[in-house]
């Protein structure tokens, strides 16, 4: 279903306190039955390689990608976040012999603690007043390092509750309980004892720390939390010399760090010294919160007056470019107000606030029209401005007139280019495909270098092979392969050369040739798989030589093991943090060994799936193999690929899926799809669960299921909701013949949208339906589910075979 952005389910809100118990119980035994052992082996080296990107779910074809707010560049300066080498601070591991003896004792700190995980879980993710008294039990009820991890997690949801007082009594019993986690419970006590307003005690616990935990995460987040408190204590001059102290660490990167300079600057009294910090927090990381503290601290100074109009300008486009569109209105409202600036910048704010409205959906042609008409790049800004309103109230003749008008006033404007490529895209809805190509030729011949220019460039060729112009069709993806060959729409234009070079050229052997270039560089995008299905079909022939498809390889893969050191005290000690329920320490805590880089990701991840969140796990590996869809099965570990293509609930869906005559693999990609095997996710559109089903179609399956006293929050029970779900994604594809891609599409944007896509046919393949799927969102949907079944088949075949060749090299 489509869903758009999701939502974690959160039963506290969302149901009354008899279903709760029901729901902490259910969480209890749910974690219980998912907890994992997780076993460290031998240590092997690591690699970096530069990461490549994935595709991924791009904006529909009719909406425009954010440009800068005003025609001006930013001058706000980007200070990284990243830390340098030499800004490092030491890594204090000591010996190997050490390293093992503490790793083994925060080992034995984890098993003691493993039946703590499912009620600290459950406590972080609810922190009902049942989850907080399952914790405080089994706190009570146990000593040592057990006893620790329950104080840490109850210290910690305390703190998230911003109850300081129970928060910092928690964490005292945790750090006097145990050793191998009081790092977390010195710097959390620390944050609940500032946060409540007892600095002398938050001052004692981080006095010293660096020195008493040089290998803790915290170490680069203490000094600006140590100067916070010195602050409260009337003590700046302490505070820097603690800032001061760590100046040349990874610490002065953090925007925190800088505000708290600014902090310390303006309790000495050296105000311009504090203005000038306040100032450079607030234009170099203009969406942070310090930012925001940083602007009330100027206007406090009265210094707000001395933001220059490029400084506000930088403010605003960073808060339009980001979305932010109210702040930037805000902004730009006041740029325009000043008596500074120029008339023809004065300009550029008024249509910069024109611009935000029309995000905004208040925009009115009235007021568009009444901006100054300019012969510059405000001028030709708001011709866009009034092409699009042209273009939502479907004023046709009004929009092609605004486009001729821009490309005789403005034939270099970047703003023609956003108008072209927004009538291509209308002119394509409405399946006028002369006057689409029109628009994407004319972009891509005059812009050939703006980011739009693949794309449009790609859309000229399709539609004109949609139009049987082949041959117009040919040159163009010929061009496209030449022109931009890492353009993802580049992919499509060899597949579909290829086809031309079959059914018109009557050229199989430059088919083949395309073909075999498309399964060596793109393994498991769905064009791969369509071009095996064409090599199949061609048969036993040899391609043509074609050198020009000899820069189409694979991305290079980084070494990947899947095996961890026995000597790391920060695996350790993250698989100890996810029985206390301290899930957003663990990456950072795991990338804190120097050496994990070849095996940190799958050691984050595994964890996460230890404790049965399978789609965070999902996401962690994601983020750091964007390149795994060009990856063979062979390149990349199993354990990898377990977790990037899980089966968690795999017993459900197959016997679902053999009652409703479905194949598994079908449907654990579009679980995979829809929501990441998330199952209490609910969408902004309403849908729920793993197969994200909405509520009116839940109710409908159920009553055809026989489930009497259905209710919504029962789509939110994996079984129940794979029952279902099959149930109404057997019914798609017996609404449209048993043709998968037609019932994906429907199932993504709605039978009657399929319905009117086929009739814009006729199609010579379903390759070719896929293909002229309009909305860009449903066309990679289905794509990347067919892809992923495939995947999927590919990946359990490998471990078969694998598995049979290690038994048989065991006998």
């Known amino acids: 279903m489509k869903g758009g952005y999701l939502l974690r389910f959160n039963p506290v809100r969302f149901f009354p306190a008899a279903f709760r118990s029901l729901w902490n119980a259910l969480a209890l035994l749910l974690c219980a039955l998912t907890v994992v052992q997780l076993v460290p082996a031998q240590t092997s080296s690591a690699t970096d390689a530069k ?374 895209n209308m002119y394509m809805l409405k399946r006028d495909y002369p006057r689409a190509v029109e628009n994407y030729s004319y972009l891509a011949a005059h812009f050939p270098e703006c980011k739009d220019a693949p794309a449009a460039h790609w859309r000229a060729g399709w539609l004109s092979y949609r139009q049987d112009l082949f041959t117009e069709a040919a040159r163009i993806f010929d061009e496209q392969i030449r022109l931009y060959p890492s353009a993802p729409e580049t992919v499509s234009a060899l597949y579909w050369r290829g086809r ?91 990338k804190a060994d120097p050496n994990s880089a070849s095996w940190s990701a799958l050691a984050e991840a595994q964890i996460y799936a230890s404790y049965g969140e399978n789609f965070r796990a999902l996401r962690a590996l994601k983020r750091a193999l964007p390149y795994a869809s060009t990856a063979s099965i062979d390149s990349i570990p199993l354990a990898y690929w377990h977790i990037l293509f899980p089966e968690p609930y795999w017993e459900t869906i197959k016997a679902e899926s053999a009652k409703n005559n479905l194949d598994p693999y079908l449907v654990a990609s579009l679980i995979r799809q829809e929501s990441e095997f998330d199952p209490s996710v609910i969408s902004y559109a309403n849908a729920y669960g793993l197969m994200q089903l909405l509520p009116s179609v839940g109710k409908a399956m159920a009553r055809e299921e026989g489930l009497t006293h259905f209710q919504t929050f029962q789509l939110l029970d994996p079984d129940t909701n794979i029952r279902l779900g099959t149930r109404y994604l057997r019914q798609m594809l017996d609404r449209f013949g048993g043709v998968e891609e037609y019932a994906l599409a429907a199932y993504n944007a709605g039978d009657y949208r399929v319905a009117d896509w086929q009739a814009a046919g006729p199609y010579h393949g379903i390759d070719e339906f896929v293909e002229s799927i309009p909305f860009t969102q449903t066309r990679e949907y289905v794509e990347a589910i067919r892809r992923n079944q495939e995947t999927y088949r590919d990946i359990d075949d490998f471990a078969r075979t694998h598995s049979h060749v290690g038994m048989q090299a065991a006998k």
């Open 51 to 424: 990461p490549a990107k994935e595709p991924a779910n791009s904006t529909p074809a009719t909406s425009k990608k954010p440009r800068p707010a005003t025609a001006h560049k930013s001058t706000s300066r980007k200070r990284t976040t990243a830390t340098t080498s030499s800004h490092r601070r030491p890594v204090h591991h000591g010996s190997r012999a050490a390293r093992m003896a503490h790793t083994a004792r925060i080992h034995r700190a984890f098993v003691a603690s493993t039946e703590l995980r499912p009620m600290a879980q459950q406590l972080a993710l609810l922190r009902t007043p049942e989850a907080y008294q399952g914790v405080t039990a089994y706190a009570h009820n146990h000593t040592g390092e057990a006893a620790a991890a329950a104080y840490l997690a109850l210290g910690h949801a305390y703190l998230l509750d911003k109850r300081y007082a129970e928060a910092s009594s928690n964490l005292a019993l945790a750090r006097n309980s145990g050793q191998e986690l009081a790092d977390y419970a010195d710097f959390l006590g620390a944050q609940a004892s500032h946060d409540a307003g007892d600095d002398s005690a938050a001052e004692t616990l981080l006095k010293g720390f660096a020195d008493r935990y040089p290998d803790s995460i915290f170490v680069d987040r203490e000094p600006e939390l140590e100067a916070n408190v010195l602050l409260s204590l009337n003590n700046p001059a302490a505070a820097r010399e603690v800032l001061v102290k760590a100046q040349d660490t990874g610490a002065a990167d953090r925007v925190a760090y800088q505000f708290a300079e600014g902090q310390v600057a303006n309790a000495l009294g050296e105000k311009q010294a504090a203005i000038d910090i306040f100032k450079k927090v607030l234009l170099s990381h203009p969406l942070s919160p310090e930012a925001q503290y940083a602007r009330a601290k100027l206007t406090e100074a009265g210094a707000e007056s001395t933001l220059t109009v490029a400084d506000l300008r930088s403010l605003a486009d960073a808060y339009y470019n980001a979305g932010h569109y109210g702040d930037a209105l805000e902004q730009y409202r006041v740029l325009s107000r000043s008596a500074e600036v120029s008339v023809p910048d004065r300009n550029g704010f008024a249509v910069a606030q024109a611009a935000c409205e029309l995000k905004l959906k208040r925009l009115t042609t009235v007021e568009a029209e009444a901006l100054p008409d300019s012969n510059d790049e405000n001028g030709a800004r708001r011709l866009d401005l009034l092409m699009e309103l042209a273009r939502d109230r479907d004023d046709e003749a009004d929009q092609q007139r605004i486009v001729t008008e821009m490309e005789a006033r403005f034939p270099r404007s970047p703003w023609l280019e956003e108008a072209l490529f927004s009538s291509g």
């Open 500 to 590: 031309l070079y079959e059914s018109v050229d009557h050229d199989p052997a430059r088919a083949a040739a395309n073909y075999r270039a498309i399964v060596r560089a793109y393994q498991h995008y769905f064009y791969a798989q369509m071009a095996r299905d064409r090599l199949t079909e061609l048969g036993k022939l040899t391609p043509a030589t074609e050198p020009q498809l000899d820069k189409f390889q694979p991305l290079p893969e980084p070494k990947l093991v899947d095996t961890f050191p026995t000597d790391s005290p920060h695996l350790a000690k993250a698989r100890l943090l996810a029985n206390a329920g301290l899930n957003e320490y663990i990456a950072d805590e795991i």
